[in-house]
């Protein structure tokens, strides 16, 4: 029999649907059970891509006896991290105060009212490396919340005003951006020099770290960033024959991934490696190809495998997959050995595969299965011709089970990548899977007077658009704008940001990360990037955009008031602030004369070469928009300019200072870059 969960637009949750649970989704329904009942709260956290999830789902909550003992002592609360970050977030913040470390499944025990008293993340069926069994946690809390129920709400009630104050961001008035060379002197500190990234295993592609190198760009910047993009790129985080990058490595040297593949990961890693290409100098032959053929790679995976029906893009493959008995393996989709090669390609081909991708007689990763890694410098046409054999053969196989909802923010940061990568190489057809996608958030996503986060099978979700969501969807809104001229993207960028300000502005002149929840023991506030980019970062990162496209003031100090609300820290944790270490390298580089600017391309086509040739060339400091002449909706920067006979022009200003038309895009660097 189905249980609440049967209802849920998140596939995670309809997973559970039909467990002898009595699940709750989040929501006052189950709030008021637990006041009502006068018992506490289980809080079960997690997501459908997650392997210890499934774990913990099937040894426990598929047990009859510990739903039993859950039903009769708890009201049980399942939520999708992903529908709801904010719930996500703030529990995060008591698992880790609590215990030291954090992760998915993530279990929390809460009195009624919300506030957390016990903590923890997976806990297995039977006591084993020094964790008690799970059974043995919902049998000792229900006996403290029945014998001392005093001594946990006193707790609870502590714990509640300790994370209030530990969770209060360090922010403070200064004026000036921290110093470049002391924090990349700092951010360097922990790269590593052999593998590229940054600390150890496990190891994170570290896109928005990348992102503020490329923007810096100075040699030694530009050497950490292409040493990881070529180290990733090469290794078994990089899916050698479908394309995409999988959450992470489990060690130092990109070599073995943990499996699942996350839309947020490959949307930001598809506009780090568009922009790395564009930062690589064509001498470097071989690297300029291997980015290439990354970012191909991406938006090949984003069309084939990711894009749902309306047009969205969907949230992430599982790491798990069947094998040919059936049984459920990680990464078992993924992995060969050289047997398998050889079956698949014959025994030249197989062997030269084998040599290629690394895939050895004892194996890299498990079973004597190896991942594919590129190694040296192959014949690129011979290697073409084997990844098509391969994926051929990969496609008979049980693929990974794919979570369908739609996310808005991670659809903001596929659309953007998309648009930029499109405009950077040219490519039409993904400024096209762009709109689509932005189509379908706008049409399903934008509910009321406000967005929702997910939607599933074109049907909107009952989960708040939280910060995140309005300021990625603003940056790709603003991105497509800009691309086609189409002024009707400017207009939604700037009501998002509008509602944006109103909903989640800070005293401070900052930004929360979700609106109010009584529910909740905080309110959600974190200004260092986690998965992806903080919530500030984006919205400054959307708010300089769309003020620049706009010719809009008012937006453009609304940045700079956020901005000085990261610069600590980027000061004190700069590998943890990314996208804000970047727009301070932005500012600082604006006072120091590259100041922020747009440059307005009066075209009939929006692929001109000479569009191309100036979303190639700009700065981060620049917003490019291209449209006929005549256009309107982007402020007054397309009155009175016209195309010069007859051809392409660039109108480039910064700040209160334009610069001559140039309608030949060798002559277009000098005004792009100079300084005023």
Not at 305 to 323: H, K
Request: aromatic content about 10%; hydrophobic content about 40%.
């Amino acid at each position: 029999m189905a249980n609440r969960l049967a209802e849920a637009t998140s596939p995670y949750l309809q997973q559970h649907a039909h467990q002898p649970v009595d699940w709750y989704p989040w929501g006052d329904e189950a709030f008021d059970a637990a006041r009502d009942l006068n018992r506490p709260i289980f809080l079960s956290v997690g997501y459908a891509a997650c392997h210890w999830c499934h774990v913990m789902a099937h040894e426990s909550f598929d047990d009859a006896e510990v739903a039993a003992l859950l039903n009769d002592n708890f009201v049980s609360i399942k939520v999708d991290r992903e529908e709801h970050p904010d719930v996500d977030a703030v529990h995060m913040f008591a698992t880790q105060a609590l215990t030291g470390r954090g992760g998915w499944p993530m279990t929390v025990f809460l009195t009624p009212d919300g506030d957390p008293f016990f903590a923890g993340t997976y806990f297995p069926p039977e006591p084993a490396q020094g964790l008690p069994s799970f059974r043995q946690i919902v049998e000792a809390l229900a006996d403290a919340w029945t014998s001392r129920r005093g001594e946990v709400l006193d707790s609870a009630s502590t714990l509640r005003q300790q994370l209030g104050d530990l969770a209060q961001p360090q922010v403070d008035g200064r004026d000036q951006p921290p110093g470049s060379r002391e924090t990349l002197e700092k951010l360097g500190e922990g790269y590593d020099m052999i593998h590229g990234g940054f600390g150890g295993a496990p190891k994170f592609p570290p896109a928005m770290v990348l992102d503020a190198l490329l923007v810096k760009g100075d040699p030694t910047s530009l050497d950490m960033a292409q040493l990881t993009c070529r180290a990733m790129a090469a290794g078994g985080i990089h899916d050698q024959l479908g394309g995409g990058f999988h959450r992470y490595s489990v060690d130092a040297g990109w070599v073995v991934p943990h499996f699942e593949k996350m839309l947020y990961d490959n949307a930001l890693l598809l506009g780090t490696y568009t922009r790395v290409w564009r930062r690589t100098a064509d001498h470097d032959a071989t690297m300029r190809a291997l980015f290439e053929r990354v970012v191909y790679g991406i938006v090949d995976w984003l069309r084939d495998e990711m894009r749902t029906d309306g047009g969205g893009f969907a949230s992430s493959l599982d790491a798990d997959s069947c094998d040919i008995r059936g049984a459920v393996h990680e990464g078992i989709f993924y992995a060969w050995s050289p047997d398998l090669l050889v079956d698949a390609l014959g025994e030249d081909d197989g062997r030269w595969a084998a040599e290629v991708f690394h895939v050895t007689e004892h194996g890299t990763f498990e079973h004597g299965l190896s991942t594919l890694q590129l190694r040296g410098r192959p014949d690129w046409a011979r290697l073409d011709a084997v990844i098509a054999t391969l994926r051929a053969e990969r496609a008979t196989r049980f693929p990974p089970a794919r979570d369908d909802k739609v996310v808005a923010a991670w659809n903001g940061y596929a659309i953007d990548s998309l648009v930029t990568a499109g405009m950077i190489f040219g490519e039409a057809d993904w400024i096209a899977l762009a709109k689509g996608a932005a189509d379908h958030i706008w049409r399903v996503h934008r509910v009321g007077d406000g967005l929702v986060r997910t939607s599933r099978d074109g049907a909107p979700g009952t989960a708040p658009g939280v910060a995140e969501d309005y300021g990625a969807l603003a940056l790709g809104f603003g991105a497509l704008a800009g691309a086609t001229g189409e002024a009707v993207w400017l207009e939604h960028a700037q009501w998002l940001l509008e509602q944006a300000i109103v909903r989640f502005g800070a005293d401070d002149g900052g930004f929360h990360d979700a609106e109010a929840e009584p529910r909740l023991a905080r309110r959600p506030r974190d200004l260092t990037d986690n998965a992806t980019p903080s919530a500030t970062a984006v919205l400054v990162q959307a708010l300089r955009r769309t003020g620049l496209l706009a010719a809009d003031d008012a937006l453009l100090q609304r940045a700079d008031q956020a901005a000085r609300t990261t610069w600590p820290t980027v000061e004190a944790t700069p590998r943890f602030a990314g996208w804000s270490l970047a727009d301070a390298l932005v500012v600082e580089e604006a006072r120091r004369g590259l100041r922020l600017g747009t440059a307005v391309l009066v075209a009939d086509d929006p692929l001109d070469p000479l569009a191309i040739a100036a979303w190639r060339m700009a700065p981060a400091s620049m917003a490019v928009v291209t449209a006929p002449e005549g256009t309107s909706g982007f402020g007054d920067q397309f009155d009175g300019r016209g195309m010069r006979a007859g051809r392409a022009t660039a109108y480039v200003c910064r700040g209160q200072v334009c610069f001559d038309p140039v309608s030949d895009y060798t002559e277009l660097k000098t005004p792009l870059w100079s300084r005023c």
